[in-house]
């Protein structure tokens, strides 16, 4: 089992930068792969970013490319999501998630993601 717990969420407007953490604990492993996904009212579950725990090899959607950046801290079992430029549409309920059946094709695909934090809500004024 792997428990995922988000934190760093909360209103900014939009421009701001802002920070998601993740940290992992349980049994974390080096091949584990940990991912971003994000959850607007009404919108189906959407992939942001992942990591490669060994590699650090990071995948960004296209949609936050060149305004959100995927990080860790191998260390503290800790992943960031730093959302540098956020827009109102960047609204949503941010979800961590760990996997081991993903690979550098399937990182974005949400089936693949086997543990699941309680997600943190960004809300992004204009």
């Known amino acids: 089992q792997v428990q995922l717990v988000e934190s760093g969420g909360g209103s900014v407007q939009a421009g701001d930068p802002l920070r998601l953490s993740c940290a992992a604990s349980g049994r974390t492993q080096s091949s584990y792969a940990m991912g971003w996904f994000r959850q607007a009212q009404g919108k189906e579950r959407e992939f942001i970013a992942a990591?490669?725990?060994?590699?650090?090899?990071?995948y960004h959607a296209d949609s936050v490319k060149g305004r959100f950046t995927i990080s860790s801290d191998n260390a503290r079992n800790t992943v960031y999501l730093q959302m540098s430029s956020p827009k109102p549409e960047d609204t949503a309920v941010y979800y961590c998630a760990a996997t081991y059946r993903a690979t550098a094709h399937t990182m974005g695909v949400r089936e693949r993601y086997d543990y699941w934090g309680q997600g943190t809500q960004v809300t992004v004024s204009s």
């Open positions: 990591l490669r725990w060994s590699t650090g090899t990071p």
